[in-house]
């Protein structure tokens, strides 16, 4: 090879891999983008590691999930006879008292199944964890792609099921929301501080609900004319609107459930009391 002429990308070592395969532009640089490209995808991946520290701590912890009237939404419904102390919210004991493990453990299943198939959080979780691409224009670092073929990203075409699945534990969630409402006595016309965490919850948790492709989808989709599906096309414009704020309903409802769930640990466990409007 004369001197000053640049490689092919058959002669260098990573020529193979992604962007750098033979027939594309001989660019000896892994990327041209000059901005703090890995800030976002750090940020993202730090902020999923904190809630997966957090959740995994309160579903094993089995305890201060339930100041009356408030229950956690981690715990919510009660699906075994082990739940200390609850006396309200939706308390079903479907799986008996054979049991033993933290009840958190039989709910938790379906909204996180929901946002671990999440089209948003698989972009979230690529990129932050395992660099599939680390941003736009930068390669990733993998020597092959077999997107989501294969097992195990293969099951990532199970969301459309567990978005069947999250609806009526957002309308479980709502109900424990509407018993904030309620004293310790069981009486109507009580307001906390902590019924307004509960309404905020469920909010955006029914936001991001909505706001999923597939929802969007069961609206909208394999319509050959919307003007003969008025209803529909009214309906799909709607979760259109939502949907286009995915990403940030994604992160407002993550870091609602898990503030829901640490006020209620804060004012059961005995921190705090619960400040009363009425």
């Not at 479907?94 to 199944?113: K, Q, T």
Request: aromatic share 16%; proline share 6%; glycine share 8%.
């Amino acid at each position: 090879m004369a001197t000053g002429t640049t490689p092919t990308p058959s002669a260098t070592p990573t020529a193979r891999r992604g962007v750098l395969t033979p027939g594309r532009a001989a660019i000896s640089a892994r990327h041209l983008r000059t901005d703090r490209w890995w800030l976002p995808p750090l940020v993202t991946a730090l902020g999923l590691a904190a809630f997966i520290g957090y959740s995994t701590w309160r579903a094993f912890a089995n305890s201060h999930y339930y100041a009356a009237p408030y229950v956690s939404p981690f715990y919510s419904p009660c699906l075994a006879t082990n739940c200390a102390d609850m006396k309200g919210g939706a308390d079903w004991a479907l799986f008996g008292d054979w049991w033993g493990l933290s009840p958190a453990l039989l709910v938790l299943i379906f909204p996180l199944g929901f946002r671990l198939t999440c089209y948003y959080y698989r972009k979230a979780y690529y990129r932050g964890f395992w660099a599939s691409p680390p941003a736009c224009a930068v390669a990733e670092p993998h020597a092959k792609y077999t997107g989501e073929t294969r097992l195990p990203l293969i099951l990532q075409n199970v969301h459309r099921y567990f978005f069947y699945l999250a609806l009526p534990v957002a309308g479980i969630l709502t109900y424990d929301a509407v018993l904030g409402f309620r004293d310790e006595h069981g009486r109507w016309g009580h307001m906390g501080l902590g019924t307004l965490v509960l309404l905020v919850n469920i909010t955006l948790i029914w936001a991001y609900t909505l706001s999923c492709h597939s929802c969007r989808h069961i609206m909208g989709g394999k319509l050959r004319h919307f003007s003969a599906h008025p209803v529909r096309y009214r309906l799909w414009g709607w979760v259109g609107v939502l949907n286009g704020r995915h990403m940030l309903l994604a992160w407002s409802s993550l870091i609602s459930v898990g503030l829901a769930d640490l006020y209620i640990y804060l004012v059961s466990s005995g921190a705090f009391d619960d400040p009363r409007f009425f």
